[in-house]
């Protein structure tokens, strides 16, 4: 069974930090290119960041971009998010996807809930 696992959303304040994890199981996790991605109410979906199944190389989404780090752990099938300097605007549910592009494979996790409040 294909699972995509995430946690360590919250609330925190302006200027914060976060990390959220997304845990993979069911499936070869380090084959598949990860991603972040969010949304919040009455906004676009974004994606936030990216890393390969090659040679970990990485991409952001510009509002992201020095703030946030994405990194993988393929011995433990784990996928992160590193959120530092948060806003308000960062404020969305943050999920993950999985994608093997040999095959066109693409699984979703269900979301964890980050708030950036004062």
């Known amino acids: 069974q294909v699972q995509l696992v995430e946690s360590g959303g919250g609330l925190v304040q302006p200027g914060g930090s976060l990390r959220l994890s997304c845990a993979a199981s069911?499936?070869?996790?380090?084959?598949?290119?990860m991603r972040w991605h969010r949304q919040a109410p009455g906004k676009e979906h974004e994606l936030v960041a990216q890393i390969t199944s090659a040679v970990g190389s990485t991409t952001y989404a510009d509002s992201v971009r020095g703030r946030f780090t994405i990194s993988r752990d393929n011995a433990k099938n784990t996928l992160y998010l590193q959120m530092n300097s948060l806003k308000p605007e960062d404020t969305a549910v943050y999920y993950c996807s999985a994608a093997r592009i040999i095959t066109g494979d693409l699984y979703w996790g269900q979301g964890t809930q980050v708030t950036v409040s004062s």
């Open positions: 069911g499936f070869t996790f380090s084959s598949y290119r």
